[in-house]
């Protein structure tokens, strides 16, 4: 079984950033893609961010294009979500999430493995 957790949300004023940080740890899971979604307060979870394996690929919704990068250290099993430029239509709970497999999809139901989520508040 694998686990991941989160960390690295909190609050941040507009403009600002952070980093956020997923640690899997039990069975690895290779080759797969990580992948990192967010349930904003009244909303769907919805992807946000994924990337292979080798991080030779990655993926964003258009609205965080040019703001997050995704990225990997599989040496210490642990992928990063950077967030700069941050607005208040960011808050949300951010999930990390795992999959076996290719393909840095931002199809929810292709991840098998999901973290606790952290919370990343953003004041305008």
């Known amino acids: 079984q694998v686990q991941l957790v989160e960390s690295g949300g909190g609050l941040v004023q507009a403009g600002g950033s952070l980093r956020l940080s997923c640690a899997a740890s039990g069975r690895t899971f290779t080759p797969g893609a990580m992948g990192w979604f967010r349930q904003a307060p009244g909303k769907e979870r919805e992807f946000v961010s994924a990337i292979t394996w080798n991080g030779g690929s990655t993926n964003y919704r258009d609205s965080v294009e040019g703001r997050f990068t995704i990225s990997r250290d599989n040496a210490k099993s642990t992928v990063y979500l950077q967030m700069n430029s941050l607005k208040p239509e960011d808050t949300a709970v951010y999930y990390c999430?795992?999959?076996?497999?290719?393909?840095?999809?931002?199809?929810?139901?292709?991840?098998?493995?999901w973290g606790q989520g952290t919370q990343v508040t953003v004041s305008s």
């Open positions: 999430a795992g999959k076996v497999g290719p393909g840095a999809t931002a199809t929810q139901n292709m991840y098998a493995y």
